[in-house]
Antibody, heavy 114, light 107 residues
Framework: QLVESGGDLVQPGGSLRLSCAAS????????MSWVRQAPGKGLEWVAN????????NYVDSVKGRFTISRDNAENSLYLQMNSLRAEDTAVYYC?????????WGQGALVTVSS | DIQMTQSPSSLSASVGDRVTITCRAS??????LAWYQQKPGKIPKLLIY???TLQSGVPSRFSGSGSGTDFTLTISSLQPEDVATYYC?????????FGQGTKVEIK
C-alpha cells in the first residue's frame, strides 16, 4: 500500500514536500517513482529513484526544481518541489517501480495558484 | 525523448465487441512497453508489461502484442466494467513516457 500526503495549495514560486508511506512490501528492494496527472489530462512521469537512493532520474521540466529522495528505514518516499509553477498543478502519484508502475498510491493534489 | 502516440483517442463499442487500441513509439523500444487502465475517478492500474505479459489478477480478455515501435492492446470481449481510459508507457529509456490515452466507452 502506498499513501501520499503533503498536497496543498501553494503560490507560484513556492515550495512543497510530498511524502509517500509504503507498507506491505520490502520498500528497500524496489525502485520508486512519482507520476503526475494534471486536471483532466494524461499521465506524466516525474522522477524515479533507485533502491539505495544512488541513482535518480527526472523529466526535463522539473530538473533543478524537484528532488526525489527516500528513507528506507522509514519506508518513505519524498518529492521536494521548489519554484513551483502553475503548470505543476496536478495529482501526484507515488508508485512502486522504476520501469513500469504497480501499485499506485491514491494521489496528492498540488495546486499552484495565487 | 521517445514519443508515444495512441490511436484512436476515443472509441465507443458494444458489450461483447473486440476492441483494439494501438500505440506507436517514435523509435524502437524493444518490448519495454506497459499498458494501464484508469477508470473514471480512480487510480491507474497496471494491466500488461513487457508488451504482452498480463499482470496478475487481470482478466484474460485483455492481451497485448507488438515490439519495436508498434504495439496493440486488445480487449477480446468488451465488458461494462472496462469503461476507462487506457495508457501505454515506454520504459526503454528515461524519461519514461506515456501515450495520451484512449477513452473507451460503451455504445
Amino acid at each position: 500500500q502506498l499513501v501520499e500526503s503533503g498536497g496543498d495549495l501553494v503560490q507560484p514560486g513556492g515550495s512543497l514536500r510530498l511524502s509517500c508511506a509504503a507498507s506491505g512490501f520490502t520498500f528497500s528492494n524496489f525502485w520508486m517513482s512519482w507520476v503526475r496527472q494534471a486536471p483532466g489530462k494524461g499521465l506524466e512521469w516525474v522522477a524515479n529513484i533507485k533502491q539505495d537512493g544512488g541513482e535518480k532520474n527526472y523529466v526535463d521540466s522539473v530538473k533543478g526544481r524537484f528532488t526525489i529522495s527516500r528513507d528506507n528505514a522509514e519506508n518513505s518516499l519524498y518529492l521536494q518541489m521548489n519554484s513551483l509553477r502553475a503548470e505543476d498543478t496536478a495529482v501526484y502519484y507515488c508508485a512502486r517501480g522504476g520501469r513500469y508502475f504497480d501499485p499506485w498510491g491514491q494521489g496528492a493534489l498540488v495546486t499552484v495558484s495565487s | 525523448d521517445i514519443q508515444m502516440t495512441q490511436s484512436p483517442s476515443s472509441l465507443s463499442a458494444s458489450v461483447g465487441d473486440r476492441v483494439t487500441i494501438t500505440c506507436r513509439a517514435s523509435q524502437a523500444i524493444s518490448s519495454y512497453l506497459a499498458w494501464y487502465q484508469q477508470k473514471p475517478g480512480k487510480i491507474p492500474k497496471l494491466l500488461i508489461y513487457a508488451a504482452s505479459t498480463l499482470q496478475s489478477g487481470v482478466p484474460s480478455r485483455f492481451s497485448g502484442s507488438g515490439s519495436g515501435t508498434d504495439f496493440t492492446l486488445t480487449i477480446s470481449s468488451l465488458q461494462p466494467e472496462d469503461v476507462a481510459t487506457y495508457y501505454c508507457q515506454n520504459y526503454n529509456s528515461v524519461p519514461r513516457t506515456f501515450g495520451q490515452g484512449t477513452k473507451v466507452e460503451i455504445k
